[in-house]
């Protein structure tokens, strides 16, 4: 078995309605050293797969068809074995 | 200037409905190899702050009364410089 780790974030550029939320509620609770916050979601996959590089490929591919919107996130895929 | 990530994902035994819902679909897509997903957010701070250990401090601070929910959530904290 191994785990995928797919981390997507916004492109450079593209507005961080969630993360400027967080600079303002911060801030409200006296966090003043906070200047900027961005948000990123991780998606862990359990995988029935032996071979690393296939796994890497099939996780793009699902990036590519359904976990990454291609106009607004980028996303990196790291594999590794499960113990 | 530091940055902090924290990394919020659900507590072992928490239901994740979107980490099912991402099994679901991609199953719907073929992705047959896929057994589990587990979802997690991370939250990049940008801190005008340059003591590490009192970035730690003020990050776990902010976990507490904003950005996590101690019901449900766990969460890790680093710290690194910012270049």
Redesign the interface.
């Known amino acids: 078995?191994l785990r995928a780790r797919i981390?997507i974030?916004l492109k450079k550029g593209v507005v961080d309605p969630e993360?400027k939320n967080?600079v303002k509620?911060?801030h409200l609770?006296h966090?003043n050293?906070?200047?900027?916050?961005?948000?990123?979601?991780?998606?862990?996959?359990?995988?029935?797969?032996e071979d690393v590089d296939r796994?890497k490929e099939?996780a793009e591919?699902?990036c590519k068809?359904?976990?990454a919107n291609p106009v607004i996130n980028e996303y990196s895929i790291s594999i590794e074995h499960v113990h």
Do not use: N, P, S, T
């Open positions: 078995m981390e974030k993360g967080i509620a911060l609770l966090f050293e906070v200047k900027e916050a961005g948000v990123a979601k991780v998606i862990e996959l359990l995988l029935d797969e796994a099939r591919e699902m068809k359904l976990l």
